[in-house]
């Protein structure tokens, strides 16, 4: 690792630094994006977890320290909605939020799936909303994801991206639940499910070829 590009070990410390603390909060009964949006001050929380990052990633948080000279620049920068705001966020291809009691993990199974619902730039951040906070309540799948503002080289067009998990493709009932669900959030628009199997193997949407398992 001595010998990678500080810039790409920055990249992926900062990716790490954020899934551990919003582990942290989480696990002392906080979100982060609540922290946030509600303007409190947890300043004394951001750096003892820092200190955790630090230990088990020193190389990680010297490529940090490099980038970013002190940790007060990554707090402000959150504070401000950086890997809250999906416009406001630079440093990470997406941001996640997993349900209560869901590991990081199971978005990975091959049996899981996803909703992929596609908007405009401007209407990321209120359409993320409805989205997130659905499912920190419990009322949708096993997680959610969205794509933000730092530029991905694998992206198409100029549109965002809403990933809506569900554990198991083969449960209809349970991938159509979360599909009404969505519907009553107000995405009435037909979408389209994927299952893992097909992303896993590299398939995705080309002329003439159909990679949605459901369309709703």
Known sequence: MTDADPGALADVGYGIFEHLLNKELQQRGKYLYSLVE???DFRSEFEDIYTLFS???PQL???LAMRFSQT???YDMICNGE??????TTQMYWIVQDAPASPPEAIEDENAGKWLIFTEPEMVDAAWIKIRDATVAGELGISTKVSTAKPNPDSRDTRKVIYVYTKDWADEADVMRVRQKLRDLGFADRIGYKRNLETF???YAKK???VTYYSA
């Open 83 to 88: 890997g809250v705001v999906p416009s406001k």
């Open 72 to 74: 007060g620049t990554i």
């Open 61 to 63: 948080a010297e490529a």
């Open 55 to 57: 230990g088990e990633y």
């Open 208 to 210: 003439g070829k159909r």
């Open 201 to 203: 193997a590299g398939e």
């Open 38 to 40: 509600q303007g409190i």
